[in-house]
């Protein structure tokens, strides 16, 4: 399996519009952060999770050919956003693209893309095909996933596991049990927006001490803020196994 991190930015990416701070005027590439969202080579099929608004540069950055799945962690924008995009796979590959979203996401979607679902199919509209899932264990493409129940505050999300690869991107919450879906795991990618605490996210102390709870072999902070600091500051201060993820950077498992 290929992991490419599109993206590990929070909502307002960074650098962000307007701020003179160090790490929005940072000259290392590290420090530029579009929209959180990875893709998953798995043997021959290419899954992608979550399409925020930089999903097409994303993709022409990675030189993604090809697309067989969506799944979406939730439903805020800088995971939904640039869905429209897929149109190019759709032309190229001649399907539907199949998306993977809990029902309450799926709902969502269809409002806030109220013209792919209004039954005008005019010509160049994305086509989709929605598939819900839950928290039982499901398959996309012949690929096993485990979802993982999180908790974005008040709103449940997913996180899933596929194989010894566990990705959580919008968390401040995990329960025993949903943990015990993460143990085992070789490599886990935790969110982590900045240092100070935060109502809907992990801050960086929470994250790494979650880390050293599930003991992974290595261990990747994505949905970065600018006020998280410099990358190469930051990854001085961190734990061995763990290092925060930056665009472009790829795994193999
Ligand atoms: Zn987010
Ligand atoms: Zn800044
Ligand atoms: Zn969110």
């Given at each position: ?191 982590a927006l900045r240092k100070e605490?935060h109502?809907?996210?992990?801050s960086l ?20 803020s600018?006020l998280m ?25």
């Amino acid at each position: 399996m290929t992991v490419t991190f599109l993206g590990t930015g929070t909502s307002q990416g960074v650098p962000v519009i307007g701020c003179d701070c160090d790490v929005c005027r940072s000259l290392d590439f590290r420090d530029k952060r579009l929209r959180v969202s990875i893709h998953l080579q798995i043997e021959n099929k290419s899954i992608i999770v979550d399409s925020g608004p930089d999903f097409r540069q994303q993709v022409l950055r990675e030189r993604i050919k090809r697309l067989d799945a969506l799944l979406y962690t939730h439903e805020h924008k800088d995971h939904t956003s640039g869905m429209d995009d897929i149109r190019a796979y759709n032309f190229m590959q001649h399907i539907d693209m199949p998306l993977y979203a809990e029902q309450r996401v799926i709902n969502q979607i269809k409002q806030e893309f109220a013209y792919i679902f209004s039954g005008h199919n005019y010509p160049g509209i994305p086509r989709v095909n929605l598939y819900p899932i839950a928290e039982e264990p499901f398959e996309v493409e012949g690929v096993a996933v485990t979802p993982i129940r999180v908790m974005h505050y008040k709103l449940p999300v997913l996180g899933f596991r596929f194989g010894n690869f566990t990705y959580i991107t919008d968390a401040n919450y995990i329960s025993e049990d949903e943990k015990a879906k993460i143990a085992g795991s070789e490599v886990i990618v935790l969110n982590a927006l900045r240092k100070e605490p935060h109502i809907s996210h992990f801050s960086l102390s929470e994250a790494i001490a979650l880390l050293i709870e599930l003991k992974p072999k290595k261990a990747y902070l994505t949905h970065i803020s600018h006020l998280m600091g410099l990358h190469r500051e930051v990854e001085m201060e961190l734990p061995g196994f763990i290092s925060l993820a930056y665009d472009g950077l790829k795994i193999e498992l």
